[in-house]
């Protein structure tokens, strides 16, 4: 064994004894695939109400095997898999030969557009007609028309100039906090004196990406980071008012993914006119949920005009992959043109943005997913007492063991909810995190309540707020 194999196992070694060693859990899917039947001209296919193939975002099997492991908490690379050897499929490892069938309440499809027939039917048109497109980095030779139509579709429904693709969410958030952190660099003053840098002003409750572009912007010089409490507008006001830089920015998620609350938008943008920043929302949870028309978080509370700055993903309530960064023609321009996470990547194959598209274009027309999932939430509100604010509902369970006893336990009532420990929340605060779905019906939400019942107190659990302010 190599020095670096002694290393690795040492690390390894040391995470497993934290109980912090993560695991693959592989999902299947059903033996024969739901055959689904469409248009054959370029119209925009939409339905009135829920088919069966919104099913399939919120149904799933994993192998007897992953079950097995997952239930006595034993650590997986993913390869747990058990076949009949004269399965040519199980020899792939493509079926399992026993599985057990799961509702899935820990993803983020939020309206169940994975699965749509119309979001199915644009990425297989691209892929036929041109393949995976261009291979290379949007500069170079990655940028399509299908990029540029999905940019400007979203900059209306974000109501802003423009919009910059960008491979995920994550890399979205670390370009553009680099560039802030580039603008700081530009100060002619003195490293002990910057007065003309950058002050950034973030919420606690920030996600791991806003941190580390964060982080990123801090190396470049001349920015100074300020970390408000939680949804404290009180704390931020009083931060503002004691910095006597000029250049101010206020990051924030719009929806928290780990608590289920939302930003103050209102008082933000009050504090926005008082102080002159830059406001900085992800709205990740937010985009397509949230608002009239899908606009996110901003829009339902009447402030996307105050937003500068709206990051955002293709990966959750859009049901497909990838980031955005909706802004001005300038901001664009600058991003672009030093936003390393954004220059330094491949753009994202053509028919994942075709399919993108589609499904910003038919969550616009389905108008009735939104209300679905509204739906959803008011019946588990109803059903449980917990006056959850949003699709993402946060069950503070306590410690690690029983977090994962919990887990477990609904496991085996055949949910598909996973324990959230350390480090992603700290040591006494693990939790079950849930997230609802358009695709989700009345009774899945009754069937959730009650096996949730036999392993946790729930009017006893979960953080409640008042006015945006986390309180335990």
């Keep these: ?60 099997e994993i192998a007897e095997s992953t079950f097995q492991r997952w239930v006595n908490d034993v650590p997986s690379s993913g390869d747990d898999l058990t076949c009949d050897n004269e399965d040519s499929e199980c020899e792939l490892g493509l079926r399992p030969k026993l599985f057990r069938k799961l509702l899935l309440f820990s993803g983020n499809d939020y309206l169940g557009l994975s699965s749509h027939p119309t979001v199915a039917k644009a990425a297989t048109k691209v892929v036929q007609d041109y393949g995976m497109g261009p291979r290379g980095s949007a500069l170079i030779c990655g940028y399509t028309t299908y990029h540029r139509l999905l940019e400007s579709c979203l900059a209306e429904s974000k109501n802003k100039e423009d919009c910059l693709l960008c491979p995920t969410g994550f890399s979205a958030n670390m370009a553009f906090m680099t560039v802030v952190g580039y603008v700081g660099s530009l100060s002619s003053v003195k490293e002990t004196d910057c007065q003309d840098g950058v002050a950034i002003f973030s919420d606690s409750l920030n996600h791991a990406s806003i941190i580390d572009g964060i982080r990123l912007a801090e190396r470049q010089g001349c920015v100074q980071v300020f970390i408000y409490r939680h949804c404290d507008m009180s704390h931020l006001n009083g931060l503002l008012l004691n910095c006597t830089m000029k250049k101010k920015v206020v990051v924030t998620d719009s929806l928290f993914s780990m608590d289920g609350d939302l930003a103050p938008m209102v008082q933000l943008s009050k504090l926005r006119k008082k102080h002159g920043f830059l406001l900085v929302v992800d709205d990740a949870h937010g985009t397509l949920v949230y608002g009239k028309n899908g606009g996110g978080v901003p829009e339902e509370f009447g402030c996307a005009n105050d937003v500068d700055i709206c990051i955002g993903t293709l990966s959750k309530a859009v049901g497909c992959h990838g980031g955005f960064i909706a802004c001005s023609k300038r901001w664009k321009q600058l991003i672009q043109s030093r936003g390393r996470a954004f220059i330094f990547s491949t753009s994202t194959p053509v028919p994942i943005i075709a399919a993108a598209h589609a499904a910003v274009m038919v969550a616009k027309k389905e108008t009735w997913r939104r209300k679905a999932i509204w739906n959803r939430v008011q019946e588990f509100r109803t059903l449980t007492g917990i006056p959850i604010t949003s699709h993402i509902i946060s069950l503070i369970v306590g410690s690690e063991e029983q977090a994962l006893k919990a887990s477990r336990h609904m496991l085996k009532c055949g949910f598909h909810i996973t324990a959230i420990r350390p480090p992603t929340v700290p040591p006494n605060l693990c939790r079950l995190r849930i997230t609802l779905s358009a695709a989700h019906t009345k009774n899945d939400i009754r069937k959730l309540t009650f096996a949730l019942s036999q392993c946790i107190s729930l009017r006893e659990s979960g953080y409640f707020y008042t006015n945006g302010t986390a309180k335990l």
């Design 1 to 60: 064994m190599s020095s670096w194999d002694e290393w690795v196992e040492q690390a390894l070694s040391r995470l497993e004894s934290m109980k912090i060693l993560r695991s693959l859990r592989p999902i299947h899917y059903p033996n024969h695939p739901l055959q689904i039947e469409t248009k054959t001209n370029n119209a925009l296919q939409v339905f009135d109400g829920m088919r069966q193939w919104d099913r399939a975002s919120v149904e799933i």
